[in-house]
């Protein structure tokens, strides 16, 4: 739209009205009104129907969950506006390839329910870095463990989302990007601050509903729009943008032309943007890092009330998994037919005016489908499901790295920290979280030619091999050690943080001005690099394992596969933990009973209200009933028929992904 046209122009079509003017009408007003609405009483029913008063509760929601939550929860965390905007950008920019880094999660959610989530419960844990600390002993490798992954939430996944869903809010309301971020944070904030684990998932469970049903029907209007799947397919390779010389130099073709493999999940080895090796092998090992070993994720399966509705929500978000496609990788290219100079303009000057940066503008891809081409109601529909995307994302990502922060990090600050004093430690952190994503969202901006989900997958690369590594090796090969392990992790860390820190420094450059970054570190697809990141790093944890002392089994009953039905008891290796510490230590309960306790203002008793956070007074548990409690939270025992059904359905979903793939190959 050309801005300086004049209003008393009478003849000609009319211009278009501006993004920000079109959801300003009662019905996507209303819309998205009533969508709040719902999801703060959805919120506020979850908070005051479960107990967010202790660790077990806020944190892994009692344990309690059933199956359909899960799996929609593991979908919308995973799922966010991030996926949506680059999913579609990268669908724009070079086809339908970008699916499989989304596919790749079908067998390892499968992987996950079966083969890891069995080991974490019978170990008793509640984070991944605590795992950790019970298998090789020690405390660097925990602690190293969770600023790397407080680190990756704020490079990877809370900035990115911030920024994707902001681009969204930006052009539907004109506002400025920070100002549209600030307002999302102050939403989400709320809800994980005072709501918890339960109070996330079951959020994230409408959250999904409005995202599938909103794009279901935006995926319907776009290929009217485009005149059906065959003419799909045809416009598509021949959307080009007009402008393609800047100043007296002619683009080469392949700065602008859709790849002539568009249409294929996989790829050319060699020269595709998305190369089907490094892809299928590639990003698969360094999905072991986000699907089985991340906090986001696994917390959700760790609140399953048994092991067959873990196993059953991981195969539900796994069919969820195949939409992807459909609902996002396809509209973005259509919206790349439909747009092509916005959305495919190659000349930095003009990808500058469109969206404000010069590496490209394929990120405007969904959004800008959304703004022109939804009607009045539905527009409001499909904003309210962006904002449940980035929602359900950034309070999966806030509760998690806030569980991260307070079990492995805050307590061995303060050892005797209270309950109480855990919960309000935790809540405060996602501030500091909030702030250092904010900084971090500049760098995501100018990543990987501005392809969101490029970016988010090479600083997994970078950072998740090498953990990927290690875990694989901590449950499957009992004789890795805790000197093996640190030393792989320290020298993934180093191999990793080269690659990323040159590109951050040289940029990933465009087709117009290719990146100044040496080839011997740049110069090899980053999912080739991920396969080298984790055989180095496996080589070297082996190595070093093999020349040291190894762990005796008396350590390790429940905590690796070979010794993962063991009935004998196992003396941990770092006995002292939060809720562990001597008696002596500790004040009992029963000291402090008779002491009159003053009573708390109104404006301290709301907000205890609030927070969860109202002393309950009740009878102490004996050590039997601690016991059996005990031995609750770390059975993975499944009845027959029900265990069964998960095992058919495993089949199943496995075959779908097959013919899936196969069909679209």
């Excluded at 819309?31 to 029913?45: R, T």
């Excluded at 939430?153 to 969204?168: E, P």
């Amino acid at each position: 739209m050309d801005a300086t046209v004049s209003p008393s122009v009478s003849t000609g079509t009319p211009a278009p009205p501006h993004p920000s003017d079109r959801i300003k009408n009662a019905a996507d007003i209303s819309v998205i009104v009533i969508y709040f609405v719902v999801v703060m009483a959805v919120g506020i029913w979850a908070m005051l129907k479960t107990n967010r008063g202790t660790v077990g509760g806020f944190f892994l929601a009692s344990r309690n969950m059933v199956w359909w939550p899960i799996g929609a929860s593991l979908f919308a965390s995973n799922i966010g506006s991030g996926s949506f905007v680059g999913l579609a950008g990268t669908g724009a920019a070079s086809g339908i390839a970008v699916t499989v880094l989304e596919t790749n999660g079908l067998p390892l959610l499968l992987v996950l329910g079966w083969l890891f989530v069995p080991i974490y419960i019978k170990a008793g844990v509640v984070t991944m870095p605590e795992y950790l600390m019970k298998r090789f002993g020690g405390k660097r490798i925990q602690i190293y463990f969770s600023l790397l992954s407080l680190f990756s939430s704020v490079a990877m996944r809370i900035s990115a989302d911030m920024f994707s869903g902001a681009i969204f809010i930006k052009l539907a309301l004109g506002l400025d990007l920070y100002v549209a971020i600030f307002i999302l944070l102050v939403i989400t904030g709320i809800f994980t601050v005072a709501g918890g684990l339960a109070s996330v998932i079951y959020t994230d469970t409408l959250q999904t509903v409005i995202m599938l049903v909103g794009s279901f029907i935006l995926t319907g209007y776009a290929f009217a729009e485009v005149g059906g799947y065959e003419s799909f397919t045809e416009k598509y390779m021949k959307a080009i943008p007009s402008v393609i010389t800047d100043g007296n130099v002619t683009l080469k073709p392949e700065c602008y032309m859709p790849k002539e493999d568009s249409f294929h999940l996989f790829q050319d080895p060699i020269t595709g943007e998305l190369p089907w090796p490094g892809i299928v092998i590639g990003m698969n090992l360094v999905s072991v890092w986000y699907w089985c070993t991340d906090q986001v994720i696994v917390q959700r399966c760790l609140s399953g009330k048994n092991l067959s509705h873990v196993k059953a929500g991981c195969i539900m978000c796994g069919y969820l998994k195949l939409l992807t496609l459909f609902l996002m990788v396809m509209p973005g290219m259509i919206s790349r037919i439909l747009y092509p100079d916005e959305v495919a303009c190659a000349v930095p000057s003009e990808c500058e005016k469109h969206c404000g940066t010069r590496v490209g503008c394929t990120n405007m891809a969904y959004p800008k489908l959304v703004l022109d081409l939804m009607p009045n109601g539905l527009r409001g529909l499909m904003m309210s499901a962006m904002l449940a995307s980035l929602m359900s994302s950034l309070t999966s990502i806030f509760n998690s790295s806030s569980t991260l922060f307070t079990i492995d990090i805050y307590t061995k600050i303060r050892k005797q920290a209270s309950e109480r004093e855990l919960l309000i430690a935790g809540r405060l952190f996602i501030i500091i979280m909030i702030a250092l994503s904010i900084a971090w969202v500049p760098l995501v901006q100018e990543g990987q030619n501005g392809e969101l989900v490029q970016y988010v997958e090479s600083i997994s690369s970078y950072l998740g091999s090498p953990i990927a590594a290690v875990f694989l090796l901590a449950i499957f090969c009992k004789r890795v050690n805790e000197q093996g392990a640190f030393w792989g992790l320290m020298f993934g860390l180093v191999v990793g943080m080269t690659r990323m820190i040159a590109e951050f420094v040289y940029g990933t450059g465009t087709c117009m001005e290719p990146s100044k970054c040496p080839n011997i570190i740049c110069g090899w697809h980053f999912s080739y690099f991920a396969i080298v990141l984790f055989a180095l790093t496996a080589l070297v944890v082996l190595g070093i394992s093999l020349v040291t002392k190894p762990i005796p089994d008396v350590h390790l009953h429940r905590l690796c596969w070979a010794l993962r039905n063991s009935k004998e008891e196992r003396i941990d290796l770092n006995p002292v933990q939060y809720g562990q510490e001597e008696a002596e230590d500790k004040v009992e309960e029963g000291d402090i009973s008779d002491i009159p306790a003053e009573s708390p203002g109104c404006f301290k008793r709301a907000w205890n209200a609030f927070c969860g956070l109202e002393s309950k007074k009740g009878p102490k548990l004996t050590k039997e009933e601690e016991a059996a409690l005990q031995k609750k939270l770390t059975d993975t025992s499944e009845k027959p028929f029900w265990r069964n059904v998960v095992n058919v359905n495993a089949i199943l979903v496995m075959t779908v992904g097959v013919f899936y793939h196969g069909y679209f190959a």
